[in-house]
C-alpha cells in the first residue's frame, strides 16, 4: 500500500466537476501533473475558452503544461443540467470508460437564501450521483462536502460520521416547496450553505445504498502551501482571506461572541493543496465513507492567533478601534458586524481526522509528510496577510461589502 497512489491512477479516468474552483484546480493540477492517469473529463460552463481564460488567471504558469500532458478533455455543460448538460455522443463515451467521479462543483456563497443553495449544491449532486450509477466501471464517486455540515452541534468533537436531524426527504420537500424548513425542532446551522450540504450528505447515503461512496469533509479551505504555486488562492476560494480581507479594509467593533473570552477556539482550516493530497491518497487508498479534512491533519490555529495576524499587518493601523479585538460571552452584548456574518467563527468544533492518520506513512508525488516537511505554518500566515494587506494597501477606496 506504499507505492499504491503511484500505480492506482495509472488505470484511472476520471469525471472533475467544479475543476475551475480552487480546490476542483489543485485537484486538476495534481491529476495532470504528479500522477500519471489514463484520461481526465473535465466539466466546465459554458465554453472551453471560459474556462482555459480562468485558468490562465488562476494558473498562468501551470495550465500550459497541464494542457499540454494531453490527458484532459474539456466537457462543456453544467451540474444543474439534465445529464450534466454533457453532449450524448461525449456521455456515452464517459459512461463506458470513466472509473472514478470527483464531484467538486459547489456555490460556497453564505448568502444564498436555503432554496438557492439546495437548488445549487444538493439536488445536482443527487442528480450526478445518479447519473454516475449509470457508467459501467465506476469504482469511486467522490462527493466533496464541508466539515462544517455538522456546525450545529455547537461545540466539541466531531468525529467521522453522520449527525441525522429529523428527515432529510421532509426537509428537502419543505424547502423547495416553501423556501425554507417549517419543522420545528431543526437546530441552527447557521448559514443555508452549511444546511445544504448536511441535507445532501444524508440524501447521498440514503439514496444510493450501491453507490461506492467516499464523502470529504474539509474545513475552511486555505491557500496552498506549495502547490499549483505558493499561495494559490483564487478568488473567493478561501473564506478566512476573505475575512481577513474584509477586517482590513474597513475594520468594525471588533466584539466577538465567543465560548470562552481568551478566544482560544480553534478557527479550522487547511491548506489546498493538502486537502487533494489527502483525498486523492484516500482514493487509491479505497476508503468508503466520511473522512475530515482539517487543521488535525495540520496546524490548528485559534480565533485569537488569527486576530493577532490580522494587527501585525493591517495596512492604516491607525482606523483601529481600542482595544480592536473583543471577545465576550454575555449574549446580552452587541456582536459587531464581522462577527454577526461570520459567527462560526465564535464555535469551538473540533474536527477529527483520525482516518487520515495513516496517510502520514505513505511516500511518493501525493506525500502529505514530504509536503509539510520544512513547513513554517506561522511564516505560511504571516506572507498571506501581508500579500492581502499590500492588495489593499493598492486599492485605498476599496469598502467592505458586508
Not at 475551475?20 to 475558452?49: H, N, P
Not at 488535525?296 to 495576524?309: D, G, K
Request: hydrophobic share 40%; aromatic share 6%.
Amino acid at each position: 500500500m506504499q507505492s499504491a497512489p503511484s500505480t492506482f491512477f495509472q488505470s484511472q479516468t476520471i469525471f472533475l466537476t467544479g475543476g475551475t474552483g480552487g480546490l476542483g484546480g489543485c485537484l486538476l493540477f495534481k491529476l495532470a501533473m504528479r500522477v500519471d492517469t489514463q484520461k481526465i473529463y473535465v466539466l466546465v460552463r459554458g465554453s472551453e475558452a471560459r474556462a482555459k481564460a480562468h485558468w490562465a488567471s488562476t494558473m498562468p504558469a501551470q495550465i500550459g503544461p497541464m494542457l499540454g500532458t494531453g490527458k484532459i478533455q474539456l466537457v462543456v455543460g453544467d451540474t444543474k443540467e439534465r445529464d450534466c448538460g454533457i453532449a450524448p455522443a461525449v456521455l456515452a463515451e464517459m459512461a463506458g470508460c470513466v472509473t472514478l467521479v470527483i464531484h467538486c462543483a459547489a456555490n460556497i456563497s453564505l448568502t444564498a437564501p436555503v432554496k438557492q443553495s439546495i437548488l445549487d449544491n444538493c439536488l445536482p449532486t443527487l442528480a450526478l450521483a445518479q447519473l454516475a450509477g449509470t457508467f459501467k466501471k465506476l469504482s469511486k464517486f467522490v462527493h466533496v462536502s464541508t466539515a462544517y455540515a455538522n456546525v450545529h452541534l455547537l461545540d466539541g468533537v466531531v468525529e467521522e460520521r453522520v449527525y441525522p436531524v429529523g428527515d432529510p426527504e421532509r426537509h428537502l420537500s419543505e424547502i423547495l416547496d416553501t423556501g425554507s424548513i417549517v419543522q420545528t425542532g431543526v437546530p441552527d446551522f447557521l448559514r443555508p450553505y452549511t444546511l445544504a450540504k448536511h441535507l445532501t450528505e444524508r440524501l447521498l447515503l440514503a439514496r444510493n445504498p450501491r453507490l461506492p461512496l467516499l464523502i470529504v469533509r474539509p474545513s475552511f479551505i486555505a491557500p496552498a502551501i506549495s502547490e499549483p504555486y505558493p499561495q494559490y488562492s483564487p478568488p473567493g476560494a478561501c473564506p478566512m482571506s476573505t475575512y481577513i480581507r474584509t477586517y482590513m479594509a474597513a475594520p468594525d467593533s471588533g466584539v466577538f461572541r465567543v465560548t470562552s473570552s481568551t478566544a482560544d477556539n480553534v478557527v479550522d482550516e487547511i491548506p489546498v493543496d493538502l486537502v487533494a493530497n489527502l483525498l486523492l491518497l484516500h482514493v487509491a487508498h479505497g476508503t468508503t465513507g466520511i473522512v475530515h479534512a482539517g487543521a488535525q491533519s495540520y496546524v490548528p490555529r485559534t480565533l485569537a492567533q488569527l486576530h493577532a495576524t490580522i494587527l501585525a499587518h493591517i495596512p492604516r493601523p491607525e482606523r483601529l478601534p481600542q482595544p480592536p479585538f473583543q471577545y465576550v460571552t454575555d449574549a446580552c452584548i452587541e456582536e459587531g458586524r464581522y462577527a454577526t456574518f461570520w459567527r462560526i467563527l465564535g464555535r469551538d468544533l473540533h474536527f477529527s481526522t483520525k482516518a487520515s492518520e495513516f496517510l502520514t506513512n505513505i511516500e511518493g508525488p501525493l506525500s502529505i509528510r514530504g509536503l509539510l516537511d520544512g513547513h513554517d505554518a506561522a511564516a505560511f500566515m504571516d506572507e498571506r496577510a501581508r500579500l492581502v494587506a499590500r492588495e489593499i494597501a493598492d486599492r485605498p477606496n476599496h469598502k467592505s461589502k458586508l
